[in-house]
Nanobody, 124 residues
Framework: QVKLVESGGGLVQAGGSLRLSCAASGRTFGNYPMGWFRQAPGKEREFVAAINWSGDTADYTDSVKGRFAISKANANTMYLQLNSLKVEDTAVYYC??????????????????WGQGTQVTVSS
């Protein structure tokens, strides 16, 4: 079993920055792809960013390209740097872990383990 815990969310003004962290514990061995998704109030959860097993290939949804940066510190720790935040970035951000694969994915169903989420609120 893998447990994921997100941290780093909070309230920030538009244009500000935050860094989200995701720590995996439990039965984690080796490097696997990880991803970030978010769910805004009244909307479905959507893909934000993902990184492959080795941490050298990242994928972003168009709305965050150039503003967000995903990275891996090691096999069990992932970050999402959020810069130039906009009000529309307000959401609960979830990290996800994909076992048994090398490439990242934009599909939620490809990720086996999920964190509980961390709230990011951007004020105008």
């Amino acid at each position: 079993q893998v447990k994921l815990v997100e941290s780093g969310g909070g309230l920030v003004q538009a244009g500000g920055s935050l860094r989200l962290s995701c720590a995996a514990s439990g039965r984690t061995f080796g490097n696997y792809p990880m991803g970030w998704f978010r769910q805004a109030p009244g909307k479905e959860r959507e893909f934000v960013a993902a990184i492959n097993w080795s941490g050298d290939t990242a994928d972003y949804t168009d709305s965050v390209k150039g503003r967000f940066a995903i990275s891996k510190a090691n096999a069990n720790t992932m970050y999402l740097q959020l810069n130039s935040l906009k009000v529309e970035d307000t959401a609960v951000y979830y990290c996800a872990f994909r076992l048994g694969a090398y490439d990242s994915s934009r599909r939620q169903g490809d990720y086996e383990y999920w964190g509980q989420g961390t709230q990011v609120t951007v004020s105008s």
